[in-house]
């Protein structure tokens, strides 16, 4: 089965969330410390003429649409979420994400595929075994990757904004 990273296209103008260091950051968001977090969380974002409340995030953390949740709770009851609120305070606008605590694993190497595409991942295929959605990591970067059928679930109700990769599973 194929992988994708997921993340926001680079066509759009994604929000960002001010006030969240210290929040909702790596080491806050660490599993072990799910139950200290507010099960409601809000943040002004930053205001940009062209940005588009799109259903993924990656900055500061990986976020999901209420859509994109309830796909992934279909495939997978059990992930653990964290409901953040998003204010465009200027345009009066604001949108519920949500915060998956998801299986960590570390991948096998990062190497220089064409220049068309950029960076090229590997991850091991005993690691990830048929899961659904997870996140990879080395220490200093980290990706969430989702399986094909999860990808094309959410592609099919006309989800905005979100760029995929493929990674290669050896």
């Not at 929040?23 to 002004?44: C, E, G, M, W």
């Not at 940009?48 to 259903?55: A, E, G, K, L, R």
């Not at 991948?107 to 595929?113: E, H, T």
């Not at 099919?156 to 050896?170: H, P």
């Amino acid at each position: 089965m194929k992988y994708f990273i997921v993340g926001v296209d680079e066509n759009y103008v994604a929000p960002m969330p001010l006030g969240w260091f210290g929040v909702i950051d790596k080491k806050t968001l660490s599993i072990h410390k799910a139950h200290q977090i507010a099960r409601h969380l809000l943040f002004p974002v930053a205001s940009h003429m062209q940005m588009v409340f799109t259903d993924v995030l990656t900055t500061p953390c990986f976020m999901v649409s209420g859509t994109v949740k309830d796909v992934i709770r279909k495939y997978d009851p059990f992930i653990f979420f964290v409901r953040v609120i998003l204010l465009d305070q200027e345009r009066k606008k604001s949108m519920a994400y949500y915060i998956p605590y998801l299986n960590r694993i570390g991948y096998a190497s990062r190497k220089d595929a064409d220049k068309e595409n950029g960076k090229c991942l590997m991850v091991n295929k005993e690691s990830v075994k048929e899961k659904i959605i997870l996140e990879i990591t080395d220490g200093n970067h980290s990706y969430v990757i989702m399986r094909m059928d999860l990808v094309e679930s959410i592609l099919r109700r006309q989800a905005t904004g979100i760029g995929l990769r493929e990674v290669q599973i050896g």
